[in-house]
């Protein structure tokens, strides 16, 4: 069985720093992309940052300068750094990942259960 699995969430005053992970386990052969998303109280999942096997990293301006996106290949773990967070930063933050798993040639997408960050004023 596949899973994610996030800690790091949890209540910053703004201005602080926050380091999430998310470590994939079960029966992977490779891990693809990875990244993580959030989604607000009455808001669609918007994308946080993405970050290739090869280490190429994505952010959109909302976060760029912010925040940063790591992986270790021989955890199978991405990390999301956040710095100056600010109250609108508050969401539940969910990791991703495209795998490849043994015994299967299709690569698959799995979700983590999501993780709450809140930032107060």
């Known amino acids: 069985q596949v899973q994610l699995v996030e800690s790091g969430g949890g209540l910053v005053q703004a201005g602080g720093s926050l380091r999430l992970s998310c470590a994939a386990s079960g029966s992977i052969r490779s891990v693809n992309a990875m990244g993580w998303y959030r989604q607000a109280p009455g808001k669609q999942r918007e994308l946080v940052a993405t970050i290739t096997s090869g280490g190429s990293t994505n952010y959109p301006d909302s976060v760029k300068g912010r925040f940063t996106i790591s992986r270790d290949n021989a955890k199978n773990t991405v990390y999301l750094q956040m710095n100056s967070l600010k109250p609108d930063d508050t969401a539940v933050y969910y990791c991703?990942?495209?795998?490849?798993?043994?015994?299967?040639?299709?690569?698959?997408?799995?979700w983590g259960q999501g993780t709450q960050v809140t930032v107060s004023s």
């Open positions: 991703n990942a495209d795998l490849f798993l043994w015994g299967r040639s299709t690569i698959y997408h799995y």
